[in-house]
């Protein structure tokens, strides 16, 4: 079976800091990995994947993650944050199987300091 | 545009109703889901379907019913049996997994909220 668990609910980090929002995996095969966020009320808007090219992965709005089988992770980063990064942040795994579905980390709600 | 569409954007329910949500993909994905999200509990799968005229079960099927009578089409029935029903309920779609070189993202609706009143 595979899983993903996002640690922290809650991270706020002062405009123009670095953006360190943590996943980490589980599966028994190799995983596609995604990065979701959500504004309010809103669907979820997808940032980035990997899907096993190249392990660092860059997105929209200035985010990267990368892909570190060894720690079974999956961080986004951005260097410097901006007001309008405030939003929650889902990380997604699923893999080939025509049975899989994709599975969704809780959400981590970012909070940006002025 | 492609896209994946939700109605109606509000639904208002009264105790021991069922109701019915809406959801339309004109992207020709063979998989659609239906997730409902509360506060601090993330994403929580209710219903997928692969393909037309089949379905399964997700983690909190119970109180719900889906059906998958075409394509593009994958309404959620809300029923009395539900006992919290209020909250969030989203939908996506995504192309079929089987090749590993096909997008495997999922697409998302803009979201159905759902109050019993």
């Known amino acids: 079976a595979q899983s993903v668990t996002q640690l922290g609910s809650h991270v706020s980090v002062s405009e123009g800091a670095l953006v360190l929002l943590r996943c980490n995996y589980s599966s028994s095969v190799p995983p596609y990995l995604f990065w979701y966020v959500q504004y309010p009320n809103q669907g979820l808007q997808l940032l980035l994947k990997y899907t096993s090219a190249a392990t660092l992965v860059k997105g929209i709005n200035g985010f990267e993650a990368e892909f570190k089988k060894s720690e079974t992770s999956f961080h986004l980063t951005k260097p410097s944050a901006h007001m309008r990064d405030a939003a929650e942040y889902f990380c997604?795994?699923?893999?080939?199987?025509?049975?899989?579905?994709?599975?969704f980390g809780k959400g981590t709600r970012l909070h940006i300091l002025p | 545009d492609g896209g994946i569409t939700q109605s109606p954007k509000y639904l208002f329910r009264k105790e021991g109703q069922n109701v019915t949500l809406s959801c339309e993909q004109n992207?020709?994905?063979?998989?659609m889901y239906w997730y409902r999200q509360d506060p601090g509990q993330g994403l929580r799968l209710i219903y997928y379907s692969q393909i037309v005229n089949d379905f399964q079960k997700g983690d909190i099927a119970e109180g719900y019913s889906v059906s998958r009578e075409k394509k593009e089409s994958f309404p959620l029935t809300v029923t009395s049996a539900q006992k919290n029903p209020t909250a969030f309920y989203l939908c996506?779609?995504?192309?079929?997994?089987?090749?590993?070189?096909?997008?495997?993202?999922?697409?998302f609706g803009q979201g159905t909220r759902l109050t019993v009143v």
């Open positions: 997604a795994v699923s893999r080939m199987n025509r049975d899989d579905k994709i599975i």
């Open positions: 992207l020709n994905h063979d998989a």
């Open positions: 996506a779609s995504s192309e079929d997994r089987f090749d590993a070189t096909m997008n495997t993202e999922a697409f």
